[in-house]
């Protein structure tokens, strides 16, 4: 062990330069998004795609390898070697895949992504495999080579790039204790709504009265518009960097309660990344832990906090405020809009309740395609029943609201559904662990109290950014690991009680 | 010579990577005046000099060196040798200077600019002194760097950055006749207005309206919104990039014609841009020629074309259309308004018929600041001496006013100021062309027919980038070099006649 911590601080020099000019990049992705016309579009992609080359090289530079396992031999604060092993992490992905793989999978997912958008439409499912086909090869390749530099099994070692820690085993597990219990729970929740109609609000609502009601109920909930902005995107995100977070949302004139909610969702991820560590900004440490963690932020924000009975109360007077008084507007009738289950055909528009069934089937039908167990043509059959037995709708002949509908396969983001579900766990367990040290936490949701909320997730979670491996910031947080019976207990509570 | 262009394409492929990396700071510079909330300021700033340090980086790099000299040798097209004209002109730029000075540039600068802002509006000249004198020497020592390395004189040399070949026996030449006749005409001309008094329109004018109408405007302009976007910021400019070009202005309740002119002057600046040679761009050779020729195309349109009385005949009925009608919005008296003559202390605030003499004034001083020939001290007594003989205002003591007026010299723009004034002779130049090829050019302006404006500033500016030097582009486009004589004409013919 050396005295110094040269190698340490070079490397450290090296992601704070990614940072930088990591911001120019997630600058530009943003305002694509949100500013940009359409003539514009060649210039940025190829700005993007020079920087996207430029950042990689940086990471694959020769010496960092030798930093790296030198670094290791420094003595380093515990802090520093979280910070290490975390640069490691994101330096192994970027030196894992041989350029050539990865100039055919973006050769291959950009032939497939941009001929799905109008196969999805068409209800080509004959024409997506064409392309599909090549992607999906490729993402065996990929994963074959990722599990014999990590020893992880192959869906596991692609699941890593998003939620590093967790492998199919405790998905697995968790996902098939919920398959026991949730067709049976939608069942019955179901049939007790329809017992309990919900009146619809009547429109117009303007567009300026929408985004003067988000801006007040993003303020609410203590997103700090002195370090971000609320822009509108065809398709909501959270962008920019920690110090300059940049919410996206869409208004329609004849719905307010969508974007209302998304914009919350959009809220939950600012929040985290506003209060990643300040001090280490810039290093791998300070980084949001994951795709689930993340998406923990997003669902605390709009489920636990958001569709909560106590703060759809406060958020009535303000919806009545912004646009005129009327029956819907009550608050209990709020909450049914804001809660209503229903068996659909779409991921994106389901529920809280039905969500993880849409999850569940792509989960089990993504690994065994990554294992080589099945093949695309494959999914239609499967696809089918597993609507029919978790939801019990029928999808058969609708590709395009079936395995159509998801950019996630043409994109070759196998491992990336689960973290949607994982993170609405995670998001009851850490509101379950706040219950228990705040036994009168519902009540002070109710009185407009929510100090107490940011202020356990900020301890727990945003302040903590990638410092422990996620098992162990669970831990410390709630005192276990992912746990998906406060989801069920969550979901009992809310949905039948 | 040999027979390939391997050096020059190496060197195309350089600009290339510099041209697209240059669009995310561009972005990112534009984003900070438009967009970015107070806190992201710090991360900006750090992100931006990243960048900056790595494309200066790369114009630096030694191996260009021989490259520029192996391209002099090669088989190249006559685009292809201005191409790379342009380019050893950016490399010998970006190399002439030692880092060392630069950094204490960048200090003296900052330190001054920083201080200048709390200065000016205390009137404090002497505490203003003792930091500029810093920044005058540094650049005194770049001048003479310069100077030996390209055998111009000091000033010459320090001009050259913004308008390469323009000379200060030139500058003298022309600001010397200038000189001769603007006071004189600038009293016939006050003297007449007297007798024609303008109607002030009576606000309020709400912003939305405002912006409509600038956009309506900047539409009838051919700004093509396709590729570029009109938004808000404290300083109006021209930013993003030729492919995507974006427009800021200021709105202010109780003044639209101020907003108005300056979205039609940057609207010149942009449509520049926009039309520069599509299939060279990311090469030196297709960016715009220099200041004083992106200059003369904002006062092509916001003085030439914006203040032509057949142009204010087009754009009386949408001014009354915006805010309801009122005796000001009258064709005539909105014409008087906008070309309303006053000699003020103000640059900025000029008029086109005053604003030569804020320049002259200005060369007049900071070229022997740069020589050597006077000393900060000196300037305040020069200032208001010329002030008095140029525009007859008195200044003594009114530093603010005076002086400290400008960001430019605390920030070492040393030999800027006459790219404005040779904008605008160049603007008149141009016109007195159009007109001798298109003798009825005032009545298709009249009819609204500005294509025929478009198509000549497109064919004989726009589409040249930086294809030949100043003078050729001139004598090209009107057959002649710069000419203040159309200036002369152009004020003589729309203020006296």
Redesign the interface.
């Known amino acids: 062990m050396t005295t110094t911590t040269a190698a340490y601080d070079e490397l450290a020099a090296t992601w704070t330069?990614l940072h930088?000019?990591g911001?120019?990049?997630s600058?530009?992705g943003w305002?694509q998004a949100a500013?940009?016309?359409?003539?514009?579009n060649?210039?940025?992609a190829?700005?993007?795609s020079?920087?996207a080359a430029?950042l990689h090289r940086m990471v694959t530079e020769p010496k960092l390898a030798d930093a790296l396992a030198r670094a290791e031999q420094e003595p380093l604060s515990d802090l520093q070697r979280a910070n290490l092993r975390e640069m490691r992490r994101q330096w192994r992905a970027a030196n894992a895949l041989p350029e050539a793989l990865v100039q055919r999978q973006k050769m291959a997912t950009s032939r497939c992504e941009h001929a799905w958008r109008t196969q999805r439409p068409a209800n080509d499912w004959k024409g997506f495999v064409a392309n599909f086909r090549a992607v999906l090869e490729l993402a065996r390749e990929e994963a074959a080579l990722l599990s014999a530099q990590t020893g992880l099994t192959k869906y596991d070692a692609l699941m890593d790039r998003y939620e590093p820690g967790m492998t199919g085993a405790q998905v697995d597990r968790v996902f098939g204790e919920v398959r026991q219990w949730l067709p049976g729970l939608i069942q019955k929740v179901v049939e007790r709504q329809a017992r309990e109609p919900a009146r619809d609000p009547v429109g117009p609502f303007p567009l300026a009265a929408q985004r003067a009601l988000c801006e007040q109920v993003i303020g609410l909930l203590g997103f700090?518009?002195?370090?971000?902005?609320l822009d509108v995107s065809t398709h909501p995100f959270c962008g920019g960097?920690p110090?300059?977070v940049r919410l996206t949302t869409r208004f329609r004139e004849d719905d307010f309660l969508g974007s209302l909610m998304g914009t919350i969702h959009e809220t939950g991820h600012g929040r985290y990344e506003q209060n990643l560590p300040r001090d280490w900004?810039g290093q791998p440490v300070a980084e949001a832990r994951s795709m689930a963690l993340h998406e923990s932020q997003s669902l605390s924000f709009e489920m636990q906090l958001g569709s909560h009975p106590g703060f759809v109360n406060r958020l009535a007077p303000m919806i009545r405020t912004a646009f005129g008084d009327q029956p819907a507007f009550e608050a209990q009738n709020l909450h049914r809009l804001m809660t209503r289950v229903k068996r659909g055909l779409i991921r994106v528009d389901a529920d809280e309740v039905t969500y993880p069934a849409h999850i569940i089937l792509r989960y089990e039908i993504e690994r065994p395609l990554i294992e080589g167990e099945i093949e695309p043509e494959d999914v239609p059959a499967l696809w089918d029943a597993k609507m029919m037995e978790l939801l019990g709708v029928d999808t058969r002949g609708n590709f395009t609201d079936g395995p159509l509908q998801d950019v996630h396969w043409p994109e070759s983001l196998f491992g990336y559904f689960p973290c949607y579900s994982l993170g609405a766990m995670y998001a009851a367990q850490w509101f379950a662990a706040m219950r228990r040290a705040m036994p009168d936490l519902d009540e002070r949701i109710g009185r407009g109290e929510l100090t107490a909320v940011f202020d356990w997730l900020r301890d727990h979670i945003w302040s903590q950014g990638s410092r422990w491996t996620t098992d162990e910031l669970a831990l410390r947080a709630s005192g276990e690991v992912l746990n998906p019976a406060h989801f069920k207990a969550h979901l009992e509570a809310r949905y039948l009680d």
Chains 1, 2 share one sequence.
């Open positions: 330069r930088r000019l911001h120019l990049q600058l530009a305002d500013n940009m016309p359409p003539k514009g060649e210039a940025r190829a700005a993007m020079e920087m430029l700090d518009f002195q370090a971000g902005r960097v110090e300059d900004l």
